[in-house]
Nanobody
Framework: QVQLVESGGGLAQAGGSLRLSCAAS??????????MGWFRQAPGKEREFVAA????????SYADSVKGRFTISRDNAKNTVSLQMNSLKPEDTAIYYC???????WGQGTQVTVSS
């Protein structure tokens, strides 16, 4: 059984920063056995990929729209994955979700709103 809880969202000005965290409660297998990622869904749009990190944390990948501005990291000892978001833009406004591979049940997400 898996439960994901995202936090850290809020209101930021364009050019500002936010740090999102995702805590995973897992039974039956270890957190380190999952690749993890962040996704976002803006109003009226499909959920889209933002960033991913390998099981060990040694490899990361990013959507072109956030490359160079966002950094994904994980702490396998604490069952957490984080997303450092810098140089925020209004188009980053969305609900942000974490999830893994194999796919987990979606959490409630955390709202990020960036004002211009």
């Amino acid at each position: 059984q898996v439960q994901l809880v995202e936090s850290g969202g809020g209101l930021a000005q364009a050019g500002g920063s936010l740090r999102l965290s995702c805590a995973a409660s897992i039974s039956g297998r270890t957190f380190s056995s999952y690749r993890m990622g962040w996704f976002r869904q803006a109003p009226g749009k499909e959920r889209e990929f933002v960033a991913a990190i390998s099981r060990s944390g040694g490899n990361t990948s990013y959507a072109d729209s956030v490359k160079g501005r966002f950094t994904i990291s994980r702490d396998n000892a604490k069952n957490t994955v984080s997303l450092q978001m810098n140089s925020l833009k209004p188009e980053d406004t969305a609900i942000y979700y974490c999830n893994g591979s194999p796919r987990m049940p979606w959490g409630q997400g955390t709202q990020v709103t960036v004002s211009s």
